[in-house]
């Protein structure tokens, strides 16, 4: 396997070595790119830098939790995005796999075959939802060359619409009724709505 380009946002200098030395003592080879803000991230892909794989920290100088993850998802494309966290940060830590994330590690059980393993297999889960994405959009460039033009668009629209009610509804719960936005929250992540809403967003080019 060719070398796999690694971007490490992580601000704690002890951290950041050691998960780098992890790197170093696997099977494959991996060249590590260290960075300690998000802000440093972002323009690292805004230089149409492309790394195989990003390794997240929530908690960093300019960001922290689940935004630092939707930030770091809407920069890095096709990039998979795995984020690090401690025991206590469990729940973050799921919540940013519902909305991008491919997979989590816990910081005190990194172990190089553990690292490697989570690595490989988040970049083999991009690669096929990219594939997925491009035939549901290659299917629907079929339907509209087709005769059945009239169709796709109708469908799309309802689809919009689908997604402009779900948000509408968070801001709403957000603004009005506060004290329930936790439980609207809970019961959105349930039945993974936030993933739905991101793959719908993204099929209709909402994105």
């Known amino acids: 396997m ?73 920069k890095s494309g096709s990039t998979p995005v795995i984020v690090m966290t401690g025991h206590d940060d469990i729940m973050t830590a799921m919540n940013a796999v519902r909305v991008g994330a491919q997979d989590y590690l816990i910081k005190s059980e990194f172990h190089p075959k553990n690292l490697e393993r989570t690595i490989l297999l988040a970049m083999e889960r991009k690669r096929v939802d990219s594939i997925s994405k491009k035939l549901i959009r290659d299917s629907i460039r079929v339907l509209e060359g087709g005769g059945t033009s009239a169709f796709v668009p109708l469908v799309l629209s309802h689809l919009a619409s689908i997604v402009g009610a779900l948000e509408e509804l968070q801001r709403y719960v957000q603004k009005n009724i506060p004290n329930h936005t936790e439980s609207v929250d809970a019961i959105l992540n349930k039945y993974s709505i936030p993933i739905a809403v991101r793959e719908l967003r993204e099929l209709i080019g909402l994105e």
């Not at 803000?37 to 990003?54: C, G, H, I, K, M």
Request: no cysteine; glycine share 2%; hydrophobic share 45%.
């Open 2 to 74: 060719n070398e796999i380009s690694v971007l490490l946002v992580e601000d704690n200098p002890a951290d950041a070595a050691f998960i780098e030395r992890q790197l170093l003592q696997a099977e494959v080879s991996f060249r590590v790119t260290k960075v300690a803000w998000l802000s440093s991230a972002t323009q690292y892909f805004e230089l149409n830098r492309q790394p195989d794989v990003v390794l997240l920290d929530l908690s960093l100088p300019d960001s922290q939790g689940i935004d630092t993850v939707t930030d770091m998802i809407k």
